[in-house]
Each structure stands twice: as structure tokens, then as C-alpha cells.
């Protein structure tokens, strides 16, 4: 399987500085798993949205969006559940 190319919005860097070290640690590890498999057991296609899944990690959510044809995953969203839809 092609390895995915990671690109991270603004936003979702914004976010990520705002965190712990430790969940920072944790959203890293988990987003560059995404390189390997951007469709994990437990990632859900968000409604409304062509192209655009989350991932559970612990508390928090990463909205990311793939381009298959690209092999490129883009980081659109980090943040806990109660924030991270609007």
C-alpha cells in the first residue's frame, strides 16, 4: 500500500499547540498512523461531507479530509468533542 502525504491545516496546528504535551504526543502518533491506513477501524465518514472522516483519539477528534488520487491526507480540524463539529 502507497504511503499518504500529511499536510496540516493552520487551524488544526492552532489547535494542536493548545493541548498538552501528552495529547499532543498521542494526536501525532495517531495522525501519522493515518499515513499508513487513512481509513482505521473506528474512522466514521462525517455526513453531508464527500470526503471527510474522523478519528477517535481518546477525548479528543481529528477531522481529516483524503485525496486518493494524490495520495494526500489533509488535517482539517483537532479538538474535543463538544467543539471540534462547529
Known sequence: ????K?????TAERQLKKLG????RRLVK?????????YPKGSRK???YDDVFR????????????SGKRLII????IGQRK????
Open 1 to 4: 500500500m502507497a504511503k499518504y
Open 6 to 10: 500529511i499536510e496540516v491545516s493552520s
Open 21 to 24: 504535551q501528552e495529547d499532543q
Open 30 to 38: 495517531a495522525m501519522l498512523f493515518l499515513g499508513n491506513d487513512p
Open 46 to 48: 462525517l455526513s453531508g
Open 55 to 66: 478519528i477517535r483519539v481518546g477525548e479528543f477528534r481529528i477531522l481529516y479530509s483524503v
Open 74 to 77: 489533509i488535517i482539517l480540524k
Open 83 to 86: 467543539d471540534v463539529y462547529r
